[in-house]
């Protein structure tokens, strides 16, 4: 260990200086036609995603850019921000939830968006196992209470913002976000809103991310946290991940789901090591690196393609799309989620993650999870005080990791 605290000497690191960015090849000019002169709204308009989407749709400068977060003070912030870097801006920042149909109705009526980027959710995997009725509510019934508002409002497109998560799901976050992904399909119809999802792996830097709290382990003198030395994710850049999304929008004819290309995974730990080089200190003589184990819900590998599904080009060279094999239905999913609806007021988590389970077959819930809805267990129901202990080891069997092949 230095001889004196590291905080005094660690060198300001940019997310972006871990990773190079990747082109991202934008059609700028069918991006400023749905763009330009338009309303666009952004939900979780604040976060990382949403907030990253705003700064790069305002500079295609649409008519008004409609900030929609139930964050008062991130939202002020961007604000801010927004006002100071493109001050022609009519930004209106909106505080309301996505769970709530009249903030949501009230807002598309009032503003009526040609275009809704949906990027609200809850995201943190460990947190949602151990809230399994809010990751429903907010991830799930949020995305089809807006949804539901932006086709009866005839808005032109709706982006839902998705995540590699949902791929074989090992956690209620990443089924959350694939019943999602099936909602907002179901609402398809010819002639109707555009629904298009967009799915991708980790943004380097993005608020609660390895990076920032690796950074914040470097700046007390280590150790710094692994979870597992072979754990690995898929990284790209904010700038690189909304440029992406947006061209995912000019593409969208409606009901696809779009993959974006992360290239290559990598490794965590040597990503900890970078970072504690470009810091200005030395991997385990300066900062330690422990491991600790992987926590319920996560994988060693992210997949970003279901095995059952295929992936076909879309002839942009980093989009890829998803083959599904069949629509479910919108009076299926409506069925499913009244049904949905009953056990969460019951609380009754052993049949919510069963439920989940029937819609998304290959969706392992993590070992806690598991002991909740087994016939052999004591109670069917949800203790959140025995789920919240740690688990050792893998929550799920570790799959071959399927990323993008370099092209
Ligand atoms: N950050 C990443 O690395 C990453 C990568 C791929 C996909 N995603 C996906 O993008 C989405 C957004 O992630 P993020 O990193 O921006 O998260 P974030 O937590 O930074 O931002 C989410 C925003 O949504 C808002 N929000 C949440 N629930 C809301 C509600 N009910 N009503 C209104 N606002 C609400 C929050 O206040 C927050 O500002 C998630 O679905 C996530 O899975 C994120």
Redesign the pocket.
Known sequence: MPSDKPSNHVRQVVPDDLLREKQACLDRERVEELIQGKVVMV??A?????SELCQQIAAFRPQALVG????ET?LFYLERELVRSFPWLAFEPLI????SPADVNGAIAKYRPSVIFH?????HVPMMERHVFAAVE?NIF?TWQIALAASAHAVEYFVL???DKVVRPASVMGAT?RVAELSIRALQKRGGTRFVAVR????IG??G?VVSIFKDQIAAGGPVTVTHPEMRRYFMTASEAGQLVLQALAMGKGGEIFVLDMGEPVKIVDLARNLIRLSGFEPERDIKIEFSGARPGEKLFEELELQAELLTSTGHPRIRSVNQPAQVGKARIKAYLRELRQVCERRDAASLILLLKRLIPDYSPAFGLQQAISPSSPSMRFDPVQHTAAQPGLSAPIPKPTGFSPS
């Not at 604040?46 to 949403?50: E, K, L, P, Q, R």
């Not at 309301?96 to 769970?99: A, D, L, M, S, V």
């Not at 990027?119 to 995201?123: E, H, N």
């Open positions: 939900t979780g604040a976060g990382s995603i949403g929609f977060d139930q964050a991130p309301g939830n996505i769970t990027a609200a959710a809850y995201k907010n949020g913002i998705s995540t976000k991708f792996g980790n943004v993005s608020s991310s």
